[in-house]
């Protein structure tokens, strides 16, 4: 019902010339967490802890299998600011997520709905992770993939996970 959360300043250290802000933030009760916000904000870590134990892609070991594997997409000139979207594959040394080829991350901090597209990913099935499908946030359930175009959508504010089945990697 309740939790410690702005209930003291913080320690002096960084933040002590900032206090005048943020004494009068702890001390209104409108910007207190509510139950239904701690209870989401519960559900929510359950749900991370939930996608990072699906897939031994989101544990690998070592700096090796890191560079190996994973790869970022929104890089250049051409980047879209506010968004990260990287790429686990499983095509490269041990199979070791027999439920996938690939996952692909996507945070979108922007206060818009993103559309990515990935023109050589076109053709290939992928879908919201299970977890994220059957999120307790609503707005995460809208992230989608669209196979034909090649393009994902999700929405602002929003990190969305997609899994591209085992066996539906292009031979190269």
């Given amino acids: 019902q309740t939790c410690n959360c702005g209930h003291r300043l913080p320690p002096a250290g960084d933040t002590g010339r900032m206090w005048p802000v943020i004494a009068p ?4 009760p409108d910007l207190a967490p509510q139950p239904e916000h701690i209870a989401a904000a519960a559900a929510h870590f359950r749900e991370m802890a939930q996608l990072r134990r699906s897939s031994p892609l989101f544990r690998l070991r070592t ?3 890191v560079q190996a594997r994973l790869s970022f997409l929104n890089t250049g000139p051409e980047q879209i600011p506010g968004v990260i ?3 686990l594959s499983d095509t490269v040394g041990d199979n070791l997520d027999p439920a996938a080829d690939r996952l692909v991350v996507i945070f979108n901090a922007g206060a818009e709905e993103l559309t990515f597209p990935v023109a050589e990913w076109v053709g290939r099935p992928m879908a919201l992770h299970p977890v994220l499908a059957a999120s307790a946030y609503p707005l995460v359930r809208e992230a989608a993939w669209n196979e034909a175009t090649g393009v994902f959508s999700v929405p602002a504010r929003t990190t969305a996970v997609f899994v591209q089945p085992e066996g539906n990697e292009p031979a190269e």
């Fill in 85 to 87: 979207v990287m790429s």
């Fill in 25 to 28: 933030l702890l001390a209104n």
């Fill in 63 to 65: 700096a090796e299998e």
